[in-house]
């Protein structure tokens, strides 16, 4: 069974500093990776996915994940952060050779931006 | 567009009282439905997931059960509530054949 491995609980960075929030799956042959944000209280949105192609993926809100096969990560980073991005990110993934549907999820990283 | 609700947003039970927890999608058919819970510092547990009207299948032996009796109506439910019932459940939705999903608001359930 996959799982996923969110090396940091939590994550304090200054507004206007880069950020890098890490994720290391279990290994398999094909996998989709998904990166969502989650908001106090509210449900998970998705931020950006890698499904096959490039293995950079960008969000609309600034947001970049790679695909490192060899390394089994899909880190998500942010050049400059801003206060709004404070959230918890959930890494996921789906073990698309099992042909399944259901997504394995870290534990999440809490992102903090210190004005 | 699709839009995903559930309700109630919050709840708070006894010990040992029933539980039923409601999620609908709107804007599409057939689609494959989840729920999950949230425990603090635990991620999200994948609980049970629908393909299709009356098609359950449970991820984690406990004392919830679900139901699907329409093809955008998912219930989460329970006869008995524990203490370690407590959590944030989220239902989502997904296209029959994508992997992408799509989360509800989320209710918060307090069992004291």
């Known amino acids: 069974a996959q799982s996923v491995t969110q090396l940091d609980s939590q994550v304090p960075v200054f507004e206007e500093a880069p950020v890098e929030l890490r994720c290391n799956y279990s290994s398999s042959v094909s996998v989709y990776l998904f990166w969502y944000v989650q908001y106090p209280n509210q449900g998970l949105q998705l931020l950006l996915k890698?499904?096959?192609?490039?293995?950079l993926v960008e969000s609309i809100n600034g947001f970049e994940a790679e695909f490192n096969k060899s390394q089994t990560s899909f880190h998500l980073r942010k050049p400059s952060v801003h206060i709004s991005d404070t959230a918890e990110y959930f890494c996921?993934?789906?073990?698309?050779?099992?042909?399944?549907?259901?997504?394995?999820f870290g534990k999440g990283t809490k992102l903090s931006v210190i004005p | 567009s699709q839009t995903i609700h559930q309700w109630p947003a919050t709840l708070v039970q006894p010990v040992g009282s029933p539980l039923s927890l409601e999620c609908t999608v709107e804007?599409?058919?057939?689609?494959?439905l989840y729920w999950y819970r949230q425990a603090a510092g635990r991620g999200l547990q994948l609980l049970f997931y629908?393909?299709?009207?009356?098609?359950i299948s449970s991820e984690v032996p406990q004392n919830l059960s679900a139901s699907r009796p329409q093809d955008r109506q998912f219930i989460l439910s329970s006869k008995k509530l524990l203490l370690s019932d407590s959590g944030f459940y989220l239902c989502?939705?997904?296209?029959?054949?994508?992997?992408?999903?799509?989360f509800g608001p989320g209710t918060r359930l307090t069992v004291t």
């Open positions: 629908s393909v299709g009207i009356g098609q």
């Open positions: 996921a993934v789906i073990d698309s050779g099992a042909g399944s549907y259901q997504l394995t």
């Open positions: 804007g599409t058919s057939n689609p494959n």
């Open positions: 989502a939705w997904s296209h029959r054949d994508s992997y992408e999903q799509y």
């Open positions: 890698y499904l096959s192609g490039s293995t």
